[in-house]
Structure formats: structure tokens, C-alpha cells
């Protein structure tokens, strides 16, 4: 077993507290397609155009068209064995925390329960103007879209756009645990938009060791103590086995 991984099985097995920031790159090997890089959905399409408040209010047709789209995408796909990993590897804690960017609920559907959503979840819909959550979770119809029964609002997506504050309490939430944590893993994330970015950083800077797992490296490798350059999905399950090792546990 390679020795770096060997020396964060054992830093894991002898910690309480952790928690992990994901991005796209966990979901990419179940087949979601990530933001940046060459094949990322914002180098085929112009998020102003369709993940803002203003693309919203000027063509709310077409961000449903591409919402109803995503959805359609991400209707197939299944968790992973990098999300199954972090699923395992929370048992190796007394507390273990899954902040994720992504939107795509294939944390909770691996069967992970503390998952932190920074960015809200593609599945949910909630009212444009008064916020509240709607039970409509299939798809809307872009040509006639729902108003909020509360207050005749329009219906939207229940992801966090350019611009807009993430939910307060997840965010707040996530910096506790980040700052508490006495290991902090940043998987598959670029690393380049905050604040989830900041996380990773505020718990090296309050003691945590911090692990990166990404094929490219990002602007928080130079401050990792351990980067793994490879797929969450084949790291993450080696490291469960190693932590394992390291614990003495069957
Ligand atoms: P990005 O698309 O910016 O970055 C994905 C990262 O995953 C890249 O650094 C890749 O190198 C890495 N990667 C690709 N395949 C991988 C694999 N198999 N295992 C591990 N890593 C892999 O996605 P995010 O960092 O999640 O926000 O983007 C952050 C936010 O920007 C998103 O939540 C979204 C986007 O605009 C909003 O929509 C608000």
C-alpha cells in the first residue's frame, strides 16, 4: 500500500472529527458532467444565461428548459464507489461531515446521512419571490410555469445562482465543522468559487491535516499536507480499506 496513503489511514483512524468538501469531480464517474475543464458545462454554455436571477426574470422558459434538462441527465445516474467510500468513511468518526457543491443528491442516495447541500439540490423547487419550499419536485412545464401558492410567485429551481447567498445555515453549519474538524478532505472540486472554497482553508488554518483528491491540481493544492493527483473513485475506496487496516477492524 502506498505509504502516503498508509499515513492518512493512520491520521483518520486516530481522529474524531471530520468532514469533506466534494465537487464535481466526485459525480463525474457516475456520469454528471462538471463545470470547467474540457468537457465542463460552462464551456458549452454562459451561466448568466441561465443561473442567475436575471436570466430567470428576463427568460424564465429557457432556465427551465435547461434545468428540466440537467434533471433528464442526472435522472439515470447512480452514486459511485467514491461516494460509497465517503459513505463507510464516516463510520470511522465520531462526527464525519459531507459539505457538497453538488446538487445532484447522489451523497444522500449512496446512503450518507450529515450532508451539508451549499449549493441546494436540483431535485427541490421553491418560490422566486417568497422563498418557500414547493412540493413540486417533477419537472415544470417551461410553457406554463407554476406560480407559488403563498404568494403568486414563480416556481423555481431550488439551486443557489450567481449572485445569490448560499443557505445560511448550511453554510454556517459547514464552517463549524470545518473549523472543528481534525481532518479535512477537499475531493473533486476546482477549488475556485467561494465561499465554499474558503472551507478547506479555514480548517488547515484551525489545525486539521488536509487532503485533496483531484487529478489537476487547484489552488489549494499548494496548501494541502497530503494531494493525491487521482479519481476520487479509486482513491477514496483504497483509503477506506486503509483506515480500516490502520483501526484493526475486520
Ligand atoms: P468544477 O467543474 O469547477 O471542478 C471539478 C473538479 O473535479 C476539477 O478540478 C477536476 O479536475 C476534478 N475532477 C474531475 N474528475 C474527477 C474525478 N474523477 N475525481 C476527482 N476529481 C475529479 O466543479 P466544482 O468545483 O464543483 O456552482 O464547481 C463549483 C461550483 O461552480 C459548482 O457548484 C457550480 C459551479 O458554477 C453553482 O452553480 C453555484
Given at each position: 500500500m502506498p505509504a502516503m496513503l498508509t499515513d492518512v489511514a493512520r491520521?483518520?483512524?486516530?481522529?474524531?472529527r471530520g468532514a469533506v468538501l466534494t465537487g464535481a469531480g466526485i459525480s463525474a464517474e457516475s456520469g454528471v458532467p462538471t463545470f470547467r475543464g474540457k468537457e465542463g458545462l460552462w464551456g458549452k454554455f454562459r451561466p448568466e444565461e441561465l443561473a442567475t436571477?436575471?436570466?430567470?426574470l428576463s427568460n424564465p422558459k429557457?432556465?427551465?428548459e435547461w434545468y428540466n434538462w440537467r434533471r433528464e441527465l442526472m435522472a439515470g445516474v447512480e452514486p459511485n464507489p467514491g461516494h460509497y467510500a465517503l459513505r463507510d468513511l464516516a463510520g470511522y468518526f465520531d462526527r464525519f461531515t459531507i459539505i457538497t457543491q453538488?446538487?445532484?443528491?447522489?451523497?444522500r442516495l449512496a446512503g450518507s446521512e450529515d450532508v451539508l447541500e451549499l449549493h441546494g439540490n436540483i431535485y427541490r423547487n421553491k418560490c422566486?419571490?417568497?422563498?418557500?419550499?414547493?412540493?413540486?419536485d417533477a419537472d415544470v412545464d417551461p410553457e406554463t410555469i407554476p406560480s407559488c401558492a403563498f404568494c403568486g410567485g414563480k416556481i423555481r429551481p431550488d439551486v443557489v445562482w450567481f449572485g445569490e447567498m448560499l443557505p445560511a445555515e448550511a453554510i454556517d453549519r459547514a464552517f463549524a465543522e470545518a473549523e472543528q474538524s481534525e481532518v479535512f478532505l477537499s475531493v473533486g472540486t476546482s477549488a475556485l468559487v467561494h465561499p465554499a472554497a474558503s472551507l478547506p482553508v479555514a480548517a488547515k488554518r484551525r489545525g486539521a491535516t488536509l487532503v485533496e483528491i483531484n487529478p489537476d491540481e487547484t489552488p489549494l493544492t499548494s496548501l494541502a499536507d497530503y494531494y493525491f493527483p487521482a479519481c476520487a473513485g479509486g482513491v477514496l475506496p483504497d483509503l477506506v480499506a486503509a483506515v480500516r487496516n490502520?483501526?484493526?477492524t475486520p
Open positions: 491520521i483518520i483512524a486516530g481522529a474524531s436571477m436575471d436570466a430567470f429557457i432556465v427551465w453538488n446538487v445532484d443528491n447522489l451523497h422566486a419571490d417568497c422563498n418557500r419550499q414547493h412540493d413540486m490502520a483501526a484493526g
